[in-house]
């Protein structure tokens, strides 16, 4: 069980690693990768994948959907309880937006 776990948080890192280095189609790939383990997969590890994949889908496209999506999944958070993850997920959200300089940055002040 530790190694799954461990595992899952190597690949979020990788994600967000390749994000930040503005290398989408890798990240693409590796999120690609992730979802084929569908029966090894936790319900919240598939929230995650889910996150990262629209995140990434927004690096590219630009598509407000995909950044609409990212704070349904931060509000989802904050409705279960998970303020300090949620809190979390939106400082990384706003610090892979910034240092994006294709994408326009956003605030959303109501969490």
Request: hydrophobic residues 35%.
């Amino acid at each position: 069980m530790e190694t799954t776990e461990f595992i899952k948080n190597m690949i979020n890192n990788l994600i967000t690693t390749l994000l930040r280095k503005k290398e989408y189609e890798e990240s693409h790939y590796y999120l690609r990768l992730a979802s084929t383990k569908e029966g090894n997969l936790t319900f919240d590890y598939k929230l995650v994948i889910q996150y990262l994949d629209n995140l990434t889908s927004y690096l590219i496209t630009g598509d407000d959907s995909y950044k609409e999506n990212i704070y349904d999944y931060i509000h989802l958070l904050t409705k279960l309880g998970e303020q300090n993850f949620a809190k979390s997920i939106e400082r990384e959200v706003c610090s892979i937006l910034s240092e994006s300089k294709d994408v326009q940055i956003f605030i959303q002040a109501d969490l």
